[in-house]
């Protein structure tokens, strides 16, 4: 192999110029995503199962391809290098712009690898990702050659699976799994594979909480699993963690917060698949700090105040960390902050040209004729979108 | 597989701040406040007469008052009638040709027959919104409650959808009166946890979907009888049945792989683990309970919540004739009302569409399942209104089809080197599944 280990400094800047300096983002040829999966596949071999983070840092839920609404986070979160980003998975899928958003995120954790974690999601799949739209939106943009979803998809293969931050808080996409009690379980998976449809590696991508029942129930539909309170407590008992973050589940608020924080749902794709109008959020954390004194004295004088509805001051964000009244309204431990955030402009702009009002990836429909009238008509806002449908 | 590398990264963490101080971000994700210099060539010059063109053609479809000051009047005519030859070319080969309602909507019509309102129709600029070939025409409907941001267009007098001024997300009503029918549409975000979390309390007893347009609705009414029908997510959701004899393609390997493996994977654990755990780890992964069944497709058996309203079997067709007939459409809107990944294995969705003629209206509400690797399913409800007769006719129509036989038939074409995107495009496999059942129903006796 003549492929080097590492790739120069110049280089990775001059991807990310590529992807954020331009409107649209230029796409990286295939030889650059060759080289920067294979790469980042080399530094991965050595990354352990479960990744040992620490904070301060920023969790971040499933993106979709939403690429404009990933420089959202980067706008309220703070950019890398500055803020440490962990990303819970699902970034390709559903959006127009999966290409980029893995792209982007790759040369991101090439160029500042302690501040970047990536884990891997269900989306990060090659079934999976030829059913929901990147497989169909790499042949689109690459002149309907698969290699680079190849490239991509062979990468996938290493990311890690979950991560502990400070010790005490577990991250991964989906969930629990009945086939494990212990992160070690885990760690000593052989993950360099293609997500199987069951054992632990599967149940840590796909299951759920559900608040309404005990133990692990089978979902209905015949595969997966919903984990239920007890089974939280006590893999987090036997393990000394406080928490569970995961991403996986759509919610209309961008987060969920299950038994008064023992699990959280972290959602980051605004207007998911740009029609479901939902807000999207990072997890902040600042510390894990939760039985220090300081902290016990700051939380009663804190207990007067009284909730006042939905809308959060100035005040209320500089003190966001420290604010019971925000914590309570969340549902978070202590040190912790969900930002939330709505879609980005760009986001608006693709649901206004109706791209997919009734459709899933309807993009296809969009490269057109290739005629200059046929970018004129595509630059029309959806308001004329009429069908003689029968 | 411990980590030895990250301790020596940790030192790196000290000292960094989750803190949105935007002084301190890297340059590389400012958002450039000017636009950066276009790149000299033909290319840019041309996207910006496009936009401009766009901008000019746009702000002449607004409401009068809202045009804006800056755009003479005659100049915005001008331009779109220039672009009236070219939209009207689009409409006609837009149209479906085929007579047949049942499966040859041409996939082509989502995008093509997409003609914008204003310039489709040019014969009917002249007219007055309130005359449409001798039918009475009120935008909003005349029993509009509260605010309407959905005003008709100057030009055609079709209802603009989304409103002009939409914010994102949107939130739109419009509405329109015709002769003595009344359409109300409704476009609002996805319920949020409060309201989802009262339906599960109190109408609800299985998860819902995972995207529930639960406050979306079409609505008809006649102003003068009172006839009402109305289609919405949460009456679709009460018509589920009980139980749903599908599961997921790979539901077989992985129930015997979960008796076998698990019992084995225990026992490996258990050893592991030894004295750490001392619960009997098998209790975790047999007996498990399956959540109460319910029909985890979410297939609905849903015509539309009807009211002063009654359905007679019907030999009657809806007139596809006439729904061939280019007349202008003054309403048109489409929303979805539920949808759900199914975990990734496919896709269910029940969305409807409706567009409002002078002389008539179609509704269609369609649900379409794909479970990967098992099956197709769609449920269509059109709902016919002729507006001079105040014949109503419900056509209510299943089709299913196994998912291997028809991806069998895609992957026959060699030229289709992704052929999973046809069985994603929902039109396409409409027309490419049979019809297992069709229903019409009218509310006059034949």
């Known amino acids: 192999m003549t492929v080097p280990f590492s790739i120069p400094t110049t280089d ?81 899928d559903r959006g127009y712009y999966s290409v980029e958003t893995i792209s982007l995120l790759i040369a991101l954790k090439l160029r500042y690898p302690d501040r970047i974690y990536l884990i891997r999601g269900n989306h990060e799949s090659r079934t999976i990702t030829t059913n929901y739209g990147f497989y169909t939106e790499v042949l689109t943009k690459y002149n309907g050659s698969s290699e680079v979803w190849t490239y991509f998809t062979d990468l996938f293969d290493y990311l890690p699976l979950g991560a502990t931050i400070d010790g005490k808080i577990f991250a991964a996409h989906g969930g629990l ?22 054992g632990i590696m599967a149940d840590l991508v796909w299951s759920d909480p559900d608040t309404e029942i005990m133990d692990f129930k089978l979902s209905p539909r015949g595969a997966g699993y919903l984990f239920g309170l007890d089974v939280i407590n006590k893999f987090c008992h036997d393990n000394d963690l406080v928490q569970m973050i995961r991403a996986h589940q759509l919610c209309n608020e961008g987060y969920t917060s299950y038994w008064k924080g023992k699990c959280l749902t972290v959602w980051s794709a605004p207007n998911y698949c740009y029609r479901c ?27 007067i105040i009284e909730d006042d509805g939905n809308f959060l001051s100035y005040e209320d964000y500089e003190n966001r960390f420290n604010s019971l009244k925000v914590r309570q309204r969340q549902g978070v431990l202590a040190g912790q902050f969900f930002n939330v955030f709505e879609a980005s402009p760009e986001n608006n702009e693709d649901t206004s040209q109706g791209k997919s009002v009734n459709g899933i990836n309807s993009n296809e429909n969009f490269t057109g004729n290739g005629d200059f009238f046929s970018s004129f008509f595509q630059e029309r806002p959806a308001k004329q979108y009429v069908e003689y449908f029968l | 597989m ?94 479906p040709q085929h007579p ?41 409907a005349i029993a509009h409650d509260g605010e309407c941001n959905n005003p008709s267009c100057e030009h055609c007098g079709g209802v603009i959808i989304p409103a002009p001024q939409a914010s994102f997300p949107i939130e739109d009503r419009p509405s329109i009166t015709i ?72 539901h077989e390997e992985w129930l015997a792989s979960r008796k076998s493996k698990s019992s084995n994977s225990s026992e490996k654990s258990e050893k592991a683990l030894k004295e750490n755990s001392t619960k009997d780890i098998s209790t975790f992964t047999e007996n498990l309970d399956t959540l109460k069944p319910y029909d985890w497709t979410y297939s609905p058996n849903y015509k539309g919540h009807v ?22 459409i003054l309403f048109f809107d489409e929303s979805i009302l539920f949808e759900d990944e199914l975990a990734d294995n496919g896709i269910s969705m029940l969305s409807t569409k409706i567009r409002v003629m002078p002389t008539c209206l179609l509704l269609l509400c369609r649900f379409f399942l794909r479970i990967d690797n098992v099956i197709f399913r769609i449920r269509d409800t059109r709902v016919f209104i002729d507006f001079e007769t105040n014949q109503i006719l419900r056509e209510y129509k299943e089709q299913e089809f196994p998912y291997d036989e028809l991806l069998t038939i895609v992957t026959s074409n ?33």
């Not at chain 2, 046809?422 to 039109?427: T, Y």
């Open chain 2, 100 to 140: 047949s309602l049942i499966s040859k909507t041409t996939t082509t019509t989502t995008r093509t027959s997409s003609s914008i309102m204003s310039s489709s129709f040019p014969s009917t600029s002249s007219n007055r919104h309130n005359n449409h070939k001798g039918a009475s025409v009120s935008v909003p």
């Open chain 1, 277 to 303: 109008g939902n807000k999207a959020s990072v997890l902040e954390i600042l510390h894990s700090n939760y039985g220090s004194k300081e902290q016990q004295r700051s939380n009663t004088e804190e207990d």
């Open chain 1, 12 to 92: 990775l800047d001059y991807c990310l110029e590529q992807l954020l300096d331009h409107k649209p983002p230029k796409i990286l040829p295939p030889e650059t995503i060759q080289q920067l999966c294979h790469t980042l596949k080399t530094q991965l071999l050595s990354a352990p199962n479960i990744m040992q983070l620490q904070s301060p840092i920023s969790v971040v839920g499933d993106i979709h391809g939403q690429y404009h609404d990933l420089l959202e986070i980067f706008q309220i979160g703070g950019s890398p290098p500055d803020t440490n980003y962990l990303f819970l998975g699902d970034y390709v």
């Open chain 2, 179 to 250: 002769n003595d029918w009344s359409i109300y549409t409704v476009k609002k975000p996805i319920l949020n946890s409060q309201e989802l979390d009262d339906l599960s309390e109190h109408r609800f007893d299985f998860p819902l979907p995972e995207m529930i347009f639960g406050n979306n609705f079409v609505r008809i009414i006649n102003d003068k009888t009172g006839e009402e029908i109305e289609f919405n997510a949460l009456d679709a959701l009460d018509s589920l049945d009980p139980d749903c004899k599908f599961k997921v393609s790979y």
């Open chain 2, 2 to 95: 411990s980590n030895p590398e990250n301790k020596g990264k940790e030192d790196g963490h000290v000292g960094t701040g989750t803190t949105p101080d935007h002084s301190k971000s890297s340059k590389i994700f400012a958002r450039p406040n000017q636009p950066r210099l276009p790149r000299a060539g033909i290319e840019a010059v041309h996207v910006n007469q496009a936009r401009e063109m766009v901008r000019l053609h746009t702000s002449g479809r607004l409401p009068s008052g809202q045009a804006s000051g800056s755009v003479p009047h005659p100049h915005v005519s001008s331009t779109s009638s220039q672009f009236t030859a070219t939209s009207n070319i689009t409409r006609t080969s837009g149209i």
């Open chain 2, 307 to 328: 009211k002063n309203l009654t359905f007679h079997k019907s030999t009657q067709p809806i007139p596809i004739q006439k729904l061939l007939k280019p007349d202008p």
């Open chain 2, 414 to 446: 060699k030229n289709n080197n992704d052929p999973k995107k046809l069985l994603r495009d929902i039109n396409w496999v409409a027309q490419n599944i049979p019809v297992i059942s069709t229903v019409t129903e009218s509310n006059i006796k034949d």
């Open chain 1, 177 to 198: 799994s009945p086939s494990c009690q212990q992160l070690d379980q885990i760690r000593a998976l052989d993950r360099f594979r293609e997500i199987p449809h069951d």
